[in-house]
Every structure is written in structure tokens, then in C-alpha cells.
């Protein structure tokens, strides 16, 4: 292994590289050998100027998130951050790839920047439930626009090199290689006898206004990052970078980074982090196994979901022929499709010869044999197992040897799908999440005889077109509509016992869930949920416990948004969602048909009830081995079902509550409301009474 800090001295000049593969994270030893460096450094006369680079694909893409698990060792970020800014000779960082959070603040505490055309500068770190710790919220607002730096260190949005070249953060920009431009750049500062130019000695800019844009900050915050510690403390250490001198602003950062890194927001951000890079590694796969080559895209189906997933290939850059049955869904479709476009543009997030480019590669086609050459063929109509039969034995006689067969299918049995062909070892489940084109999560549906060469393909597809693939096994609803079910059921069920729909909402986005689920119901249409559960009503048991009242909706015909009520009304231009007094009345007749007591269930106990279900639900899911590890549900559910990510995913949670507690709770629900329908998991029950954790199952598991 090389070296993680070499130098080298040229003509009066040191070349410090940082050279940790595979994103030359900080850790304690890079820290050492840092401070080690600049230390020799220090004491070498000759040398006139330092240029700090990387070697690799990427500057510093921060700190090593593994250390925040143990504890930050000595030395310091703080300490070897400030020996870099005390260099005498100017100090100049040579940027390429993504600095990222304490990549940033290196760069910070060194005099100058030089970037690459296509470096980027983010600090992401409240993504991971802390601030910039390394110097970052105290040196950024002194190097650029106090508003710019709350922007940057708020939404961890990483800025382009010609941005920070106009806000100030950089000082050069160079379309050749940064290093040779870097090294160039410190001879010119030496030439004109330049000195270090040390961020902490410059004043905050625009300390003048703060005070008024710090309280509107503030304000924001705490309405749209609910139940956050992280993005408040951040703003009382910028608020401390105005205030108080650089030290004791440092101080201040010092002490609120300590709260934050034991604070179970981090935990549950970090757990993420792990759990979102696990995902792809699938146990007992062998590395060896190649994917198969993917450069054309064929999709039957040019509807919401169809469309989706042709931009997301064709974002990628891969080719699509999109297929339907009809020219005028395939030119609605293609419509549809402009029209997404057409808004990015409008909104300056897309140049129009991009949108052409990305138009120019969908073709559209009303005939199967266009397919013919395709190596991935995506199927994405109506959610009916007759029709998707039909179309994979279409697909079967056209598709070439070795074409990959997927199925956009949210809850039908794949194995029977598959049988319909003569490959089943290359048909797989590919679920994407409605707007395909924007939702993060795919779920990868390995049916019983996908071959594994199809399963690599999927995931790398994945990564590919910039989702996150979490494999499944075939069962109804794979992991996420599966404990979805349970969820939506106990929220069905208070509002029968007497909370209003806005009441079961409110208490589940109180306690962070992006939308409630009745909210959720009506976006995505009730009819869907309904007509789902009327499809396999002979599979479900006729326990009345298992009864939804959004069978009266829909006999009604109030199906959500686009009927204009639903669980809500939606009137108005702004089609906002307000309580509908005649849903209310109607819920509670049917509750008296029933003989449902009204028990008026509060937040805490409609939060318990849908969480508790859910959870439970997943450790069946875990039993059964329809997903492979409880971080991967955590991963589709805060990748795909709006479950806050700083609660770090609905298995996580159980164990932070700790298992004990969520199976005691459930047994209650058994006493009191259900003896039928509340059965703890089997797995749920040996966990908590042995007094371990998904996470300490997860590990036996896979070790
Ligand atoms: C911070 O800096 C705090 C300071 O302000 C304060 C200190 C007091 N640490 O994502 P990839 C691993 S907070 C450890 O697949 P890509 C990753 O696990 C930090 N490991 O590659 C994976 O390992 P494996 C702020 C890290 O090309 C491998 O590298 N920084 C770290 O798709 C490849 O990663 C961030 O939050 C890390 N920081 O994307 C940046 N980063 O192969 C987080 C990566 O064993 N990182 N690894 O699974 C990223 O966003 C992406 O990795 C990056 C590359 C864009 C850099």
C-alpha cells in the first residue's frame, strides 16, 4: 500500500498527495501524517510555497464516516487543520473530483484554491446527523457570503467549480489538470511575494445583516426540518462565527459537534450511509459473476410508469424503444415525456440541447419486434397478472438470447409471470416507485429462478441510471407495499375507532413521515389499494379485522386527487387537502354498522399502532428471507416510502425503542384491541425476549 501522505520538493516548491483509496477519506492516520508533514515541512528553508493534492479519482471526500463510531483519536481535526493554515508559505489546494465535508474544510485551511472545471464543493455532513466540525462553519462564512455558506452547509448541495469561482471559494478554475495549474499558481504567488492569505484572519461576510437572516434561517429550519437536532445547532455555530471571535467560535463548534456525534440522529444517518453501499453486496454471490452488458432499453407500456423509466435510462444515456399498444398513448406518452423535460428546463436545471439529446434517444414504436436487438426489456402497464402473461410471452418470442426480461410489476407473483417463458432464469422483478423518473428507490425483485448474472445486471443497472437497488424475493408486495399493508390497515382502523383522517396524518407526520398514509392513499388513488386487495381477496382471511374502509370510498367514487376527494377534499385551484365532514360522518355509520367502539385513538397510540405493524411485518419479511438483512428495509422504506431518514428506517427504530418495548407494545394491542389480528413475529418475539436487536441478527446472519 502506498503511502496515505507523501511530499516532494521542486524548485522551492512542496507537492503534499493524499493518497487513501477509494475517496481518500480523513482518518486518524491521514490526520498524522498530515501533521507530521507540515510539521517537516515547517522546518524546511528552501521551501517557498506548499500545493496540497490527491492522488485518485476524487479530492478528499471527508472525513472517514467509520471513525465517528469510535470516537475522533488524537490528532484533531482542528489541530492538524490549523497547522496547515500557520504554514508560513502560502499554501495552495489542488482540487479535483468532489471535496466533500472535511475535504472542504482542508481546503478552507489552506490560503488558496485552485480547482478543476469539473471539481465540486459540497459539505454534506447534516445529511449524516452532525455539522462541519473541521473549522467548516466557522472559516465558510469567511470565505464567502454568510447567506451562501448557511445554503451550502443547509442543503449539502454541492457546487460546481465555476460557482465557487464566483462566490469566492476558489481563486482559479483550469480545464487542464489541476495539479501542473496548482503548482503554476503558487510559483506566480511566490513571484509576486504573496504571503499566506489565512481564512480565520478575515471577517464574516455580511456579519452586518445576520442577525435578521440567522432568526429567518432559524425559522425555516424548524418548519421544514422537523425533529432535527443537527440544522439548528448548525446555525448556532454559524450564529457563533458572527458573534464570537474565530477561537471561541471554534469552541462553540467543538462542543455542539460532540452533542450531535453520540445524538441517535447520527446513528440513524450513519446506519444509512452503511446500509445504502451494503445493499449491492449480495451474500453468497460470487464476485466473479460479470453483468451482462446493457446498451439498449426496450419498455412496453408508455404510461407514468413507462415514461419514468425511459427518462432515467435515457438520463443515463442509454437508448430506449418505447412500446405500446396504441399511437395515441405512445404520442401521449411521448408527450408526458417532453413536458417533464420542457419543466426542467424552464427551471434552469436542464440546457434545451440536453432535452433534445435525451428526446433523441426514445423511439417510439407500436410494434414488439422493435425489441428484437433490446438487451433489457421493461414491461410497465396496468398491474393485472393476465395481461403481464400475455406480454411475456410476446416478449419471449421476440426478445434475442440473453435479453433480460423485467417486470414492473408492484405486488404480482413473478415466479408465475416468468413461467409463461421459456428463460425464466432471465426474468427479474424491477420495481420502480412512482414518479420513476424522480423516486430514489428500485426494488430488485429476484424471482426463484433468475439466474445470479441477471441479478448483477439489475444492480448495476441501478447504480447505473443513479437509484438504489435493494433486492427482493417474490411474496405479495415484496418488502415495501408488503409492510405498507399493515400500516395502512391500523391507520384505517383508528379512523373506524373514532380519529379523524387529519388526525391519523398528523400524528404520523408529526413524528416525521414525509405525508400520512391516508394522504398517501390519495395521491396514489384509492381505487388502486382497493382494486388490489379485491384481486386477491381469496388469499386474505375474512377476519372483519382485515376490513378497509376505502371500499366505501371508492364505491363512491371518491378515489383521491384526481376524483377531487378522497380520504380529503382537494377543491380550489391550489387543490389543497382540507377535512371532508361528509368522510368523517360516513366513517363513523360505518363504525356503528360495525359495533366498533369509538375509543378515539390519540397521536402517541395511532403512531405506536402503524409503526408497531409495520415493524412486526418486517421481521416476518426477515423470517421468511424475503429480504436479506433489516438494513435493506430500512433502506427501501427511507428510500422510497417518505420514512424519515433520522430515524434511520423503520428497523432501526425498533431498535432504538428496543425490541423489547415493540413486542411488549404489540402484546398490549392483542389485550386490547385485537386477540386475532396482533400476532408478534416469531423472529420479533426471540429477539426481544433474548434481549438482542435486528442489527445484532443482521450481523450473525451475515457473518
Ligand atoms: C465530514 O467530513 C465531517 C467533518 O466535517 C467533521 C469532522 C470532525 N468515509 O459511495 P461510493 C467509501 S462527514 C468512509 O460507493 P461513489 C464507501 O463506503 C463526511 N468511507 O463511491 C465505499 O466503500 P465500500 C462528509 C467512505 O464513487 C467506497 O468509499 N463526506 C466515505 O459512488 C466508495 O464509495 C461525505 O458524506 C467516507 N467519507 O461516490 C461523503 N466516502 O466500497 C460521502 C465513501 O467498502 N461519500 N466511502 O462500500 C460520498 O458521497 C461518495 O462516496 C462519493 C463517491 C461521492 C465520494
Known sequence: MSEPVSYSIHDGIAVVTIDSPPVNAIDQTLRARLKKTFTELRAQAGVKAIVLACAGKTFVAGADIKEFDTGIAEPGYHEVLRLIEDSRVPVVAAVHGTALGGGVEITLACHYRVAHVGARFGLPELSLGIIPGAGGTQRLPRAVALEVALDMMLTGKPMAAGKALEAGLVDSVTEREVLPAAIAFARELVQKGAGPRRTRELSVKGAAAAGELLSATRAKVARTMRNRLAPLALIDAVQAAVELDFDKGLQVESKLSAQLEQATEAKALRHLFYAEREVRKIPGLSPAIAARPIASVGIVGSGTMGGGIAMCCVNAGIPVTLVDAAQQNLERGLATIRKNYQRSVDRGSLRAEQMEQRLALITGSLDYSALTEADLIIEAVFENMALKKEIFARLDAVAKPGAILGTNTSTLDIDEIAAVTHRPQDVIGLHFFS????MQLLEVVQAGKTAPDVLVTALELAKRI??????????????????MDPYGREAERCVLEGATPTEVDSALEQWGMAMGILAVYDMAGVDIGHLTRVARAHSLPKDPSFYRPS????????????AGRGYYRYDGAERKRAADPEVIAMLAEEARRLNIPQRKPDAAEIEQRCLYAMINEGALLLQEGIALRASDIDVVYTAGYGFPRYRGGPMFYADTLGLRTVYDGILAFQKTLDPQYWQPAPLLKELALSGSSFAQWQTGQTR
Request: proline residues 3%; contains cysteine.
Open 466 to 483: 443513479k437509484k438504489t437497488g435493494v433486492v427482493a424475493k417474490v411474496c405479495y408486495g415484496f418488502i415495501g407495499n408488503r409492510m
Open 435 to 438: 414518479p420513476a423518473n424522480v
Open 551 to 562: 371500499a366505501l370510498l371508492f364505491d363512491r367514487g371518491w378515489i383521491g386527487q384526481k
